[in-house]
Structure formats: structure tokens, C-alpha cells
């Protein structure tokens, strides 16, 4: 597998992977032609040197999975990093062979090599499996979140 920072003309099937299930079918719009506000985000994270979104590709270069990691600064524990692991997705017809592993293990090393103190993420509580496997993955669920939506 090949992990590799997204390009503009990955965005089609990053947003495909991203509507890929039920909370995904309600909030992203995978139309051709793909809206703008996608290539817009897109943009702005590449240009961003605290954001990173990832693709994985298999050796036959078929696009796997994605996810974003976020640097964010803090000033606590003693101006430390917390890396944060987003929008993780695997493609349906390769769910379950591993590539999720890998992708959370390649987001932990890259949080260490840019030196962050922590790696968090959330997942929807109406995702359970997916809460399962981060914590098998050794994430605790340490803190409540909360979201205000607008």
C-alpha cells in the first residue's frame, strides 16, 4: 500500500468514500459534477501545513481509503501538538482485509515524526463498529465531546 497526500483530481473519490454509508449519505453530495465547495476545501487544506489529507492506494494504484490528520498547537502541556485523525474511510469492498489498521497505525508514526504529544479522534456514536475498532486499536474514551452544529 502507498500512502500519499491527496490530489485535486483524488477529491471525486475521497467525497464517494465520505458518502459511503448512512450519516454520509445525509450530509455530502457526491453529484457529477462534484460542487465546488469540495475542490474549495480541498484547496485550503493543501495549503495548510497543519492539515493533512491522505489517500491510500493499493500497488495497482486503486485509491483504498483516505483521511485527514490535523496538527493543532496548544499552549498546554508545555506548547504541545495533538494530532487529530479525521474522516477516516476504507472502501466498501475492502473493509475488513486490514487497510484500516494500517492507516490508523501510519496516522500514529506520522504524529510522532511531526512530535505531537497526543493523537485523538471522534467517531459518531451511531457508528459502534467503528468505536470498537479504535478501541481495539488502544483509543480510549477518555473525555466526553460535544458539538454545536450551525
Partial sequence: ????????????????????????QLRENDTDPLPEAYYNAFEAINKDPNQELIVVESETGDLLGTLQLSFIQYLTYRGGIRAQIEAVRIREDVRGEGIGQ??????IERARERKAHTVQLTTDKQRPDALRFYEKLGFIASHEGMKLHF
Fill in 1 to 24: 500500500m502507498l500512502f500519499r497526500k491527496a490530489a485535486r483530481q483524488d477529491v471525486p473519490s475521497i467525497v464517494k468514500l465520505l458518502a459511503n454509508d448512512k450519516l454520509g
Fill in 102 to 107: 494500517k492507516m490508523i497505525e501510519w496516522a
